[in-house]
C-alpha cells in the first residue's frame, strides 16, 4: 500500500524526470552541414593571396581532446602588397556539448608557451547594420607577438568571452538543440597597434564578403548573415545604373 510519503516522493521525482527530459537537447543545429571550409573559403580574399606556410598556434593535436573536438580545421597564410600577412585558422566541431566545446585561443596560445598580453571585447563594421563581435588579443612569447583578431560562433550565437559562451550554449541546450561552433582566428606577426588590428578587421570583412552569402551563416550565424546579406544587396541596388 502507498503512503502519502510515497506518493509525494513518486511525484517528485516524475517532475524532476520531467525536468530533466526538457533540458535535454534532442534537435542538431548545423549550419555548415556538409560543406568543406578549404572549399568555402577563397584563395584570394581582397588584396591577399593564399601561400604556404607552417608558422601556426593550433588548436589540435592528434590524439588529444580537441582531436575528437573539431571535425574540420583549416590553416591558410595569406599575403599582400598593401596589407600586413595575415594567418587564417579556422577549427569547427559539429558538437558543441558539455564534454566538448571550442577552445579559444587564449587557451590554446598560453598552453604552447605564449602570454597573453592584452584582451578587449570589440566589433568589426561588415556593412551598414551588420556588425561582428569579435576579441583582439596580444599574445607574446619569446620569439614573437601576434596581434589576434578572432570570434567563435554557437549555433546562431557570437560569444566574445568564456563565460557568454557556456551561458549561450546553456540556452540553446535549454531550447532543446545541439549546436555545432566554429572558431575563426586571423593573426600577423608585428607589434600590436590599433592600425594592425583595423588591418586584422578590413581581412575579416573582405573574408566573409568573399564567401558566397548562403555560406556566411556558417561562420557568423544566421541573424548576423541576413542582415549582412541584405545590406550588401541594398548596396549592390544603390550602385546599380
Known amino acids: 500500500m502507498f503512503t502519502r510519503r510515497d506518493v509525494i516522493l513518486s511525484g517528485g521525482m516524475a517532475v524532476a524526470a520531467a525536468g530533466a527530459f526538457a533540458f535535454t537537447p534532442r534537435r542538431e543545429l548545423n549550419l555548415l552541414g556538409d560543406k568543406q571550409l578549404d572549399k568555402l573559403v ?18 589540435k593535436t592528434e590524439g588529444s581532446l580537441s582531436d575528437r573536438l573539431y571535425n574540420q580545421l583549416l590553416t591558410r597564410l595569406y599575403q599582400s602588397d598593401q596589407m ?15 564534454q566538448l566545446q571550442l577552445h579559444r585561443p587564449e587557451v590554446c596560445y598560453t ?12 566589433s568589426v563594421e561588415l556593412a551598414p547594420g551588420a556588425v561582428l563581435p569579435v576579441r583582439e588579443l596580444a599574445a ?5 607577438i601576434e596581434p589576434i583578431l578572432y570570434w567563435t560562433r554557437i549555433g546562431d550565437d557570437l560569444p566574445t568571452d568564456g563565460r557568454q559562451q557556456r551561458s549561450m550554449k546553456l540556452a540553446q541546450s535549454m531550447r532543446g538543440y545541439i549546436p555545432d561552433g566554429i572558431l575563426v582566428r ?8 590599433p592600425e594592425v588590428f583595423a588591418q586584422l578587421g578590413v581581412f575579416a570583412r573582405e573574408l566573409l564578403m568573399s564567401i558566397a552569402p548562403a555560406n556566411r551563416q556558417a561562420l557568423i550565424g544566421r541573424p548576423l548573415a541576413q542582415q549582412l546579406n541584405t545590406a550588401a544587396q541594398d548596396g549592390a541596388a544603390t550602385k546599380a545604373p
Open 42 to 59: 577563397p584563395l584570394k580574399i581582397g588584396s591577399w593571396s593564399q601561400q604556404p606556410s607552417s608558422a601556426f598556434v593550433l588548436p
Open 84 to 98: 600586413v600577412p595575415v594567418m587564417l585558422v579556422m577549427a569547427y566541431g559539429a558538437t558543441q556539448n558539455d
Open 111 to 122: 598552453a604552447v608557451g605564449f602570454q597573453i598580453v592584452g584582451s578587449a571585447a570589440a
Open 140 to 144: 607574446k612569447s619569446d620569439s614573437r
Open 186 to 193: 586571423i593573426s600577423t606577426v608585428a607589434e600590436p597597434s
